[in-house]
């Protein structure tokens, strides 16, 4: 059959009036364009489009623990609570609030004294728990928000609404957003790459759903690329056997080619995005087997970041490698480590966690300031709510001991990358229970990290069904006092 026949064949309604409003389309953008110079420059549909203005941070980790870490047992000090030990929170306090169905019917509300001793700790008296020396060694180091407040009583809709500014899943994550506004500094590794891990015990069941670093309405390029917990961190980075890297390279630039083609009928950045992803998979065919080589690393980083360091898949490894992912140029790593809900055994796991996450995340900073990273390299350390002040269960059964999921104040601290270091903002009041001073919104705390890497949070949009997007929704305000 003749091949112009062929194609008549298999050219449908749809991509005929695809075609044409391309053809005429661009063809009236051409004649517009060539009058200024431009008509032979074709603009890539994946490029950076920021940022607005000098940026004091260039890159994220977030140190997201799954499960929400209990604020008033670790860095929100309220000797009320032990004051008040065994008897009913006041409904002056807790009346009228929402709580997860593991204590929304629960009529008993005891007031629960911290399990832990709490001292202050360097120069800026920052009060931390001795379940984390680690953490308090560096508080000078730390900007705590202690008023952080959020609108979801359950985790998943907590973190997607924390990660993209939605309660339901489908929005961009905050790495997606960053990185198809700022582009990547690395052209051998993704621009935003997420880890996992959880507790030994598997204390909690806590599901990492990909939503979490999905990219939402922006092209697919922008969605997290996920490193395994266990054998090669990326799957198919290994050529099959019998193909040579050469061969790859031949294969690939036919497909690249055949690709643009499509490219330049349809304009659909889902091509551009497969065209870049299969020249990233290549290159990391060699970059991830050197980023995942410690064996360069010297012993006292090593024994720095804890026992664990080495075991792939544990906090600790996803820490380090946090670091030589920053300093590889990856614009947003996204560590999430489940095992923080507490609901019966917060008198055991609680401390077990501690062991676990503090010399690593301690050790993630001391890291980065010694290499000259921190001051540019935003690190944030926190949950997606708190726990309550009360009591779920009773009081007479101490092994059982827990605390339900809490919305109304939590905190988290961060460091570097263009922050106060060594100071406190914001209150809960006496209880632990509500922001009472300087209430810091989930919507406040993402457009401070936009802030803090160039972005005006009001100006970057997306245009997705009929309306412009953005990560903070129609909200949020920077908060400024945390500002270096």
Not at 16 to 23: E, M, P, Q, R, V
Not at 269 to 276: D, F, G, K, S, Y
Not at 407 to 412: K, Q
């Amino acid at each position: 059959m003749d091949p112009l026949d062929a194609n008549r064949l298999h050219l449908t309604r749809r991509s005929l009036f695809g075609k044409a409003a391309l053809g005429v389309g661009g063809a009236a953008l051409g004649s517009l364009l060539s009058r200024e110079g431009f008509g032979a420059q074709v603009p890539d549909p994946l490029a950076p489009v920021l940022p607005h203005f000098a940026p004091k941070a260039k890159r994220v980790i977030y140190l997201l623990q799954n499960g929400a870490p209990s604020h008033v047992d670790l860095f929100d000090h309220k000797p009320m609570l032990k004051k008040m030990h065994g008897t009913q929170i006041p409904d002056s306090v807790a009346a009228g609030k929402r709580f997860s169905t593991m204590t929304g019917t629960q009529t008993a509300r005891p007031v629960l004294s911290e399990i832990s001793n709490f001292s202050r700790h360097g120069q800026s008296g920052a009060t931390v728990s001795d379940f984390m020396p680690h953490t308090a060694a560096i508080a000078d180091e730390l900007c705590f928000i202690k008023s952080m407040h959020t609108t979801q009583v359950n985790h998943a809709p907590a973190i997607t609404f924390l990660m993209t500014g939605g309660e339901q899943a489908g929005r961009p994550a905050m790495g997606s957003w960053l990185s198809y506004g700022l582009g990547s500094e690395s052209e051998d590794l993704p621009s935003f790459v997420v880890m996992t891990s959880r507790d030994k015990e598997a204390s909690c069941g806590q599901i990492f759903y990909d939503f979490y670093w999905g990219s939402g309405f922006l092209p697919s390029k922008y969605q997290g690329v996920k490193f395994r917990g266990s054998g090669d961190p990326v799957l198919y980075l290994s050529n099959p056997d019998g193909m040579s890297r050469e061969m790859k390279r031949t294969i690939l630039d036919g497909v690249a080619a055949l690709n643009e083609i499509k490219l330049r009928d349809f304009g659909d950045p889902e091509i551009a995005t497969r065209i870049a992803q299969y020249e990233m998979a290549y290159r990391m065919q060699s970059s991830v087997p050197e980023l995942t080589d410690f064996s360069n690393e010297p012993q006292h980083i090593l024994d720095m970041y804890g026992p664990d360091v080495k075991r792939q898949g544990s906090y600790a490894y996803n820490c380090l490698m946090a670091r030589r992912l920053a300093e590889r140029g990856v614009r947003f790593v996204q560590l999430m480590h489940a095992g923080w809900d507490q609901h019966r055994n917060l008198n055991t796991q609680l401390k077990i966690q501690c062991t676990d996450t503090d010399a690593p995340s301690a050790a993630l900073i001391k890291d980065l300031k010694q290499r000259g990273l921190l001051e540019d390299t935003l690190v944030i350390w926190g949950g997606e709510f708190g726990r309550t002040p009360f009591l779920q269960g009773s009081v007479e059964n101490t092994k059982q001991w827990g605390r339900d999921h809490h919305p109304y104040a939590f905190t988290v601290w961060m460091a570097g990358g263009g922050v106060k270091p060594g100071i406190t903002h914001g209150e809960s009041d006496e209880f632990g229970f509500s922001a009472a001073k300087d209430p810091v919104h989930i919507h406040d705390f993402q457009a401070t990290i936009m802030h803090l890497l160039g972005i005006d949070h009001e100006r970057f949009t997306f245009r997705f069904q009929g309306r412009q997007f953005r990560l903070t929704d129609v909200h949020g305000h920077v908060v400024r006092p945390v500002l270096a």
